[in-house]
């Protein structure tokens, strides 16, 4: 069973940094893109960073320059590397991930906070 489990997340002031985590496990797909979404309250889920197999990115306009995703695959972990925060940037991240084929993102972390105050 795939699993999903993101950490780092945490309260920071604005301009401050954090690096979130999702360590995956269970998954035996050769190919599979994953991504980083966010919800604050009261609004839509938002995509925030893409990564796929080859490695390539992309990032949604709100968070270029700032944000950065990467991943380790020896050790089956998604980064999100979160600079320069606002607190418009405050919600609760989840990591996703999807088998690359597909646009569906099939498997969820449970989330974490982040919640920046200015």
């Known amino acids: 069973q795939v699993q999903l489990v993101e950490s780092g997340g945490g309260s920071v002031q604005a301009g401050g940094s954090l690096r979130l985590s999702c360590a995956a496990s269970g998954y035996t797909y050769s190919r599979y893109c994953m991504g980083w979404f966010r919800q604050a309250p009261e609004k839509e889920r938002e995509g925030v960073a893409a990564?796929?197999?080859?490695?390539?990115?992309s990032y949604a306009d709100s968070v270029k320059g700032r944000f950065t995703i990467s991943k380790d695959n020896a050790k089956n972990t998604l980064y999100l590397q979160m600079n320069s925060l606002s607190p418009e940037d405050t919600a609760t991240y989840y990591c996703?991930?999807?088998?690359?084929?597909?646009?569906?993102?099939?498997?969820w972390g449970q989330g974490t906070q982040v919640t920046v105050s200015s």
């Open positions: 996703a991930l999807r088998l690359c084929w597909s646009s569906q993102y099939i498997y």
């Open positions: 990564i796929d197999s080859d490695g390539r990115t």
